[in-house]
């Protein structure tokens, strides 16, 4: 699993992990996110987001 940061407010969202404050399950892929999924920080697309490297 990866994880992936906003360009824009540094939100990161972790695969693993999901989010359920904005209703991501665990073990969601980012390539598997709508097409419309937007940041919910910043409100940004996925083109804005970059593989975070650890």
């Known amino acids: ?3 992936w940061v906003c360009g ?3 939100w990161i969202y972790d695969e693993s992990l999901g989010d359920s404050d904005y209703g991501l399950e665990p073990g969601v892929a980012f390539k598997d996110l709508p097409d419309d999924f937007v940041c919910p920080l910043c409100g ?3 083109d804005q987001f970059e593989e975070l490297n650890e």
Request: include cysteine.
């Open 1 to 3: 699993m990866k994880k």
């Open 8 to 10: 824009v407010c540094g």
């Open 44 to 46: 940004v697309g996925k």
